[in-house]
């Protein structure tokens, strides 16, 4: 052989892998193409549904997220107690009450519909995939997450602005008793161009998750609500203005909606007027409250003011308290005291 076919028979075969690597490069792009962001290498639906029951997978990657969740009440919202005392009375309890506190991913059974009752693993019940995954495995979220691992991002104009997404569970109009968006939507915090997440899910600046090296503003999972003294004490302004014989107690709901916002909350007004001596000569409870029939015990508006008038004569003085009772049959020495004046 000679040294020239030597170097063309070379040449020959260069050329035909040269061929080849090109060919499985356009297929491998033809491959993605139909695939869109849904790349092998991501896990399916099922993968991340296993590995958080079995492994908290999330937790890994987003730790400060999963230890605010994991003590808020969406990660309580099936074995809380009070919850269950009240479902085991409820015939059909399956059909009316389970659905919410243990539901399917709510992206897949569709944002604003009624959600379905998960089959197992209730315990989670309102669990990070409850509100992020889609039917193929990917995390809707606010940011525009360029660098996935694990699980695909999308990102996500309903998490952004979540109220609608809130709405799913807190705003059936077949549940009045859990509606707080409702009332929301026509509130001085609506006019505001807050969200439900603007009260409920603070800002904080931190990582996205341990494989992010910048800083972004995120939002605590946290969720205080009526179990948090700063957030009940937060929802109202009480002052005591005393006039020409009497004293006018005002109440104004600086909350997002109704208050209380659950129709099995109540909040006192305890008002105690005395004389100069110390001898009460009133001493009462006002129940504010969803049992209400009349409206000036009914529950306040957002924004609405409401006053309580009482006389007074020169030589007395009034003293209110304003209370929070979680349940009916909440003991009084648990009740949080949310507001108190004098006059
Ligand atoms: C549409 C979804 C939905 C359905 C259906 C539903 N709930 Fe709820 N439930 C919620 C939401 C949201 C909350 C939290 C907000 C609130 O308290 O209003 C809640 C809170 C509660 C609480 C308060 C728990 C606590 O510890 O403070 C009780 C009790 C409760 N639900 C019982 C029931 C019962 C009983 C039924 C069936 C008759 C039921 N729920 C049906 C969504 C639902
Ligand atoms: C009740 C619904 C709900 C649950 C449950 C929930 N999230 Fe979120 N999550 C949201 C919303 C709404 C946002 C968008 C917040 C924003 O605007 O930044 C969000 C944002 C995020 C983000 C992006 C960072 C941020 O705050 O913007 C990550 C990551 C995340 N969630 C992970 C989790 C993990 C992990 C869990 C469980 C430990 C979880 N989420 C549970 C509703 C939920
Ligand atoms: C192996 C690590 C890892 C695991 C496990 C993981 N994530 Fe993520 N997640 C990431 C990374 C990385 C990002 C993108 C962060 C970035 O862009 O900086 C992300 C982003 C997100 C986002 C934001 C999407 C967006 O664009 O706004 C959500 C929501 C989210 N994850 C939810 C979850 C949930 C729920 C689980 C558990 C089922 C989970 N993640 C498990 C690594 C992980
Ligand atoms: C301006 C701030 C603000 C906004 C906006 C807001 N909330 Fe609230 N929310 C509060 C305060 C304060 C409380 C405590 C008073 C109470 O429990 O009624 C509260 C309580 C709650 C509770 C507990 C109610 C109960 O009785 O246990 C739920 C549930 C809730 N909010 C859901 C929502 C949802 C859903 C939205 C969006 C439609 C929303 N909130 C918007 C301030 C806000
Ligand atoms: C899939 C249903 C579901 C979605 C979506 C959902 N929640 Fe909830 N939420 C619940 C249930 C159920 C509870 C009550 C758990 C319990 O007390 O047993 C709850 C409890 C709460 C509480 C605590 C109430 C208390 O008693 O203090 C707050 C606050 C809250 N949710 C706000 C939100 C906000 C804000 C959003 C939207 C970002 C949201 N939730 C989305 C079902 C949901």
């Given at each position: 052989?000679?040294?020239?076919?030597?170097?063309?028979?070379?040449?020959?075969?260069?050329?035909?892998?040269?061929?080849?690597?090109?060919?499985?490069?356009?297929?491998?792009?033809?491959?993605?193409?139909?695939?869109?962001?849904?790349?092998?290498?991501?896990?399916?639906?099922?993968?991340?549904?296993?590995?958080?029951?079995?492994?908290?997978?999330?937790?890994?990657?987003?730790?400060?997220?999963?230890?605010?969740?994991?003590?808020?009440?969406?990660?309580?919202?099936?074995?809380?107690?009070?919850?269950?005392?009240?479902?085991?009375?409820?015939?059909?309890?399956?059909?009316?009450?389970?659905?919410?506190?243990?539901?399917?991913?709510?992206?897949?059974?569709?944002?604003?519909?009624?959600?379905?009752?998960?089959?197992?693993?209730?315990?989670?019940?309102?669990?990070?995939?409850?509100?992020?995954?889609?039917?193929?495995?990917?995390?809707?979220?606010?940011?525009?997450?360029?660098?996935?691992?694990?699980?695909?991002?999308?990102?996500?104009?309903?998490?952004?602005?979540?109220?609608?997404?809130?709405?799913?569970?807190?705003?059936?109009?077949?549940?009045?008793?859990?509606?707080?968006?409702?009332?929301?939507?026509?509130?001085?915090?609506?006019?505001?161009?807050?969200?439900?997440?603007?009260?409920?899910?603070?800002?904080?600046?931190?990582?996205?998750?341990?494989?992010?090296?910048?800083?972004?503003?995120?939002?605590?999972?946290?969720?205080?609500?009526?179990?948090?003294?700063?957030?009940?004490?937060?929802?109202?302004?009480?002052?005591?203005?005393?006039?020409?014989?009497?004293?006018?107690?005002?109440?104004?709901?600086?909350?997002?909606?109704?208050?209380?916002?659950?129709?099995?909350?109540?909040?006192?007004?305890?008002?105690?007027?005395?004389?100069?001596?110390?001898?009460?000569?009133?001493?009462?409870?006002?129940?504010?409250?969803?049992?209400?029939?009349?409206?000036?015990?009914?529950?306040?508006?957002?924004?609405?003011?409401?006053?309580?008038?009482?006389?007074?004569?020169?030589?007395?003085?009034?003293?209110?308290k304003l209370r929070y009772r979680l349940t009916p049959t909440t003991p009084e020495t648990e009740?949080?005291?949310?507001?108190?004046?004098?006059?």
């Open positions: 052989m000679t040294l020239a076919l030597i170097v063309r028979l070379a040449l020959i075969c260069l050329l035909l892998t040269l061929i080849m690597f090109c060919a499985a490069q356009v297929e491998t792009a033809d491959e993605m193409e139909q695939d869109s962001i849904f790349e092998p290498s991501y896990l399916s639906y099922d993968d991340i549904y296993r590995d958080f029951t079995q492994k908290k997978m999330c937790k890994r990657c987003h730790p400060a997220i999963w230890r605010e969740w994991e003590r808020s009440m969406h990660a309580k919202a099936w074995e809380d107690p009070i919850y269950q005392e009240a479902a085991s009375q409820v015939e059909d309890r399956e059909k009316k009450c389970d659905p919410c506190h243990a539901p399917e991913p709510i992206l897949i059974t569709g944002i604003g519909k009624m959600p379905k009752l998960r089959a197992e693993d209730r315990k989670y019940g309102v669990s990070c995939i409850v509100c992020h995954i889609d039917a193929h495995g990917a995390m809707h979220g606010p940011h525009k997450s360029e660098n996935p691992m694990y699980h695909a991002n999308v990102t996500s104009e309903a998490h952004a602005k979540p109220t609608e997404l809130c709405a799913t569970c807190h705003g059936q109009p077949s549940v009045p008793e859990h509606n707080q968006v409702d009332s929301f939507k026509n509130s001085p915090a609506a006019e505001k161009g807050l969200n439900c997440a603007s009260c409920h899910m603070p800002a904080v600046k931190r990582q996205l998750s341990v494989h992010t090296y910048e800083t972004v503003t995120v939002r605590r999972h946290t969720w205080a609500g009526s179990r948090s003294v700063s957030k009940l004490k937060s929802a109202v302004n009480l002052k005591v203005v005393r006039t020409e014989g009497k004293a006018t107690v005002r109440l104004t709901n600086k909350a997002g909606h109704l208050l209380p916002g659950d129709a099995l909350r109540a909040i006192i007004l305890e008002v105690k007027i005395a004389d100069s001596s110390g001898t009460v000569n009133r001493d009462e409870q006002v129940l504010i409250s969803a049992l209400s029939s009349k409206p000036e015990t009914s529950r306040l508006l957002p924004g609405e003011t409401r006053d309580f008038v009482y006389s007074l004569s020169d030589t007395e003085t009034i003293e209110v009740w949080v005291t949310m507001a108190e004046g004098s006059q």
